[in-house]
């Protein structure tokens, strides 16, 4: 493709070279530039890209796009930006054909709740015979096949490729979870939405986004992309405050709700530990709806999914197969072994809200008591020390006892992270003990507890690596706990 159909659209001052060159592919990677290419140079968190520019170009690129002054051979082009990684989402969406103009595309964005909310979305619309491709967490899904994706939303370039690919697979629409990183850090710009779901809003990434108006302006910014609906959840207080925001623009409002006056609103709940039966009301007919999940906030989850759907005009019967067809989700409330009132789970409760949400779920079911293992996945800053603070309190007010361990301890210091969260224990007079090591922690919590005991192992839920320092090892809950839980039987 011509240089010159690929930056179109871009603000850039040309510093050297032509821009009547024919591109093969674009790279943000040194390492994966071709002969032909544009290579990006971004200012990252842990590298600059600047500093590969020759390597770019002994790879083979022809031109670079740049955000810094630099000085490279006179027969390379160089462009000069104001943000790369906005120029890169730019031209990816270019070389690619503008691959969203062709999707029905629809975001997904908030603190906890994406994940299972779009495969809520993908089953409906599986089952109205539509294709769906999904791009989150737990990977991408098109056509049944999963690929991997580093990050919960991919890079700008390696998304527009994704969505390039539906077009030519012929599926229709796609789901995808746009974190706030992802928001921030312009992945999505330049695609196209035609809907946007909002879930909740609780403290997280505040590494990134300091404070939580900063964090809710990153993630508000997804509804202003949208054509067709903004969904919206009213029972959370961010969520109100994102429907006065876009309560007057064009695209559609769809609120959704149990508490709140909503559009699409849940009535009569009957909770279990294994599924949520409530029905579901819209404005143009009532079903009743079972989510194999349980507790309000798998009722919310499936409520925004039902939101989407019934806008996009899925019949509620269809929706109501839909809901029904997901039987569990990876890391999601899973449950490893159960025999008569002992259970084990797996949950990906990585945040407060989440963590007190999922233990209150599961209290009416447990006889005897709740054990919690857990860690902090979060830096060492002042938000990290909050976190760890704030997780604390929920392990000692809504676990009976709690195992406190490490979750991605990264290159942090291990010692303040377990410190940091025994003292908020401490502070709430919740009992606890703490053993670093992951395995050791799950498979103390298997040995002490006993036959209506309900172990929760919090935080890590489908993932199967843990990080320490820079070495990602395998790591799988669920292999340790059936070991231990057959090294118990067997003593
Ligand atoms: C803080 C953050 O978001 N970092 C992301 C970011 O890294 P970065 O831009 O800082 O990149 P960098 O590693 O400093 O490198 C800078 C540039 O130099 C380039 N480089 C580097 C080395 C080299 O030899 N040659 C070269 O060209 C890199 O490709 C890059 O373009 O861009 C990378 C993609 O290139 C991401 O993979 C990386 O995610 C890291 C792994 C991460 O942990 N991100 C998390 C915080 C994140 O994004 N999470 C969200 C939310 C998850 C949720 O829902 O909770 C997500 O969407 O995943
Ligand atoms: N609506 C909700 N409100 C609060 N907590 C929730 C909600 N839905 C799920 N959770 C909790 O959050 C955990 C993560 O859920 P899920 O994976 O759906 O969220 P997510 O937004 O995709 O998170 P991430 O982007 O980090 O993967 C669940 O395991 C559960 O403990």
Redesign the pocket.
């Known amino acids: 493709m011509l240089l010159t159909s690929i930056i179109q659209g871009m603000q850039f001052d040309i510093v050297q070279g032509d821009l009547n060159k024919d591109i093969k592919a674009i790279a943000?990677?040194?390492?994966n530039v071709t002969k032909d290419g544009i290579f990006v140079a971004?200012s990252?968190?842990?590298?600059?890209?600047h500093a590969?520019i020759h390597?770019?170009i002994k790879q083979g690129a022809s031109v670079i796009i740049s955000e810094k002054a630099i000085t490279v051979d006179k027969g390379i082009t160089v462009l000069k930006v104001a943000n790369s990684r906005n120029a890169l989402a730019n031209v990816s969406s270019n070389f690619y054909n503008n691959p969203t103009e062709n999707l029905n595309l629809i975001g997904i964005t908030g603190t906890n709740g994406?994940t299972s909310t779009t495969y809520f979305v993908k089953s409906i619309y599986e089952e109205a015979r539509k294709s769906i491709a999904l791009i989150g967490?737990l990977g991408t899904v098109m056509n049944n096949k999963v690929v991997k994706n580093?990050?919960?939303?991919p890079?700008s370039l390696d998304l527009q490729y994704f969505f390039s690919e539906m077009v030519t697979e012929k599926i229709d629409n796609c789901i995808m979870?746009a974190?706030?990183?992802?928001i921030s850090?312009q992945r999505v710009a330049y695609s196209k939405f035609n809907t946007a779901i909002f879930t909740n809003l609780s403290p997280?990434?505040l590494e990134?986004h300091k404070n939580m108006e900063e964090y809710f302006g990153e993630k508000a910014k997804l509804f202003k992309m949208t054509s067709d609906y903004n969904i919206i959840n009213a029972d959370d207080y961010y969520g109100q405050q994102l429907i006065e925001m876009v309560k007057n623009d064009n695209p559609k409002l769809i609120t959704y709700g149990i508490h709140s006056k909503a559009d699409i609103c849940a009535t009569d709940i009957h909770y279990a530990f294994d599924h949520t039966l409530y029905t579901v009301n819209t404005p143009t007919g009532s079903v009743r709806i079972k989510v194999n999940l349980p507790g309000d906030i798998y009722v919310l989850n499936s409520l925004a999914a039902i939101a989407c759907a019934y806008s996009n005009g899925i019949p509620l019967e269809l929706i109501q197969s839909g809901i029904n067809n997901i039987k569990t989700i990876q890391g999601r409330f899973e449950v490893i072994y159960e025999k008569d009132d002992f259970k084990v789970i797996v949950d990906f409760a990585h945040t407060e809200d989440a963590l007190q949400k999922t233990l209150s779920i599961m209290r009416p079911f447990v006889k005897g008591k709740i054990i919690l293992v857990f860690g902090v996945y979060a830096d060492t800053s002042e938000n990290g020390t909050e976190k760890r603070q704030g997780m604390g309190r929920v392990a000692a007010e809504f676990a009976d006892f709690s195992i406190v361990t490490l979750d991605n301890p990264k290159q942090h210091n291990p010692s303040i992270m377990i410190n940091e969260t025994t003292e908020a224990i401490i502070r709430n007079n919740g009992d606890f003990e703490a053993i670093p090591d992951r395995e050791k922690a799950i498979q103390h919590a298997i040995r002490i507890s006993k036959d209506n005991d309900m172990i929760v192992i919090a935080g890590k839920g489908h993932e199967t690596t843990q990080i320490i320092g820079d070495t990602e090892i395998p790591f799988n809950e669920k292999e340790i706990i059936l070991d231990a839980l057959a090294e118990k039987v067997s003593l």
């Open positions: 943000y990677d040194s390492r971004i990252g968190f842990q590298f600059d890209g590969f390597n770019a994406k967490t580093k990050n919960t939303t890079m979870e974190s706030s990183h992802a850090l997280d990434h990134l």
